[in-house]
């Protein structure tokens, strides 16, 4: 399993997949009825420096938020490293696509599978999942978020706010 603090979580649609992210620098895909890892995806680079021929990891960035399409074929990871959203397929952590200097802390598919939604610091983008689009800032905020979830028609957003705040988004 994971060597550090689990980041965080999200189960497949189907209930079958688990993925958790770490502070490890890996995202792993588990299977959910018997807790069995699948794949581990390093997503982290980490410096590592040797002393007296000891080798010691001084620091591995994080990948933070992870969530499963809903069709559970592919996943999106916010990694912290590369400042990117990174979108992934589940069974072999191919990247499909990535958009640069995104950062995010909470990012979200819409139940359709066509848009996500990505909530950086104050900023909230959404992107169509269609090669070579870049991410559009729907709006910027005086509060950063913590949590994102599009409501079941894919019209709206909620957004969990470090302000202690809840806002919905039409």
Known sequence: GHTDRIIDV??????RWLLSSSADGS???WEAQTGKQIHQFDV????TLTFNRRPR???RTPAFQVAFSPDDQTFLLANIATNNLEWRDVTTGQLLDFW???GSDAVAFSPTGQTIAVAARNRLYTLELLPGLEPVVLHNFEAEFSDIAFSPDSHSLVLGSLDQTVRLWD
């Open 44 to 47: 982290a680079p980490q410096l």
């Open 100 to 102: 640069a200097d995104v």
């Open 57 to 59: 990891t001084l620091f």
């Open 10 to 15: 999200d189960i497949s649609a189907d209930g």
């Open 27 to 29: 995202v792993r895909l």
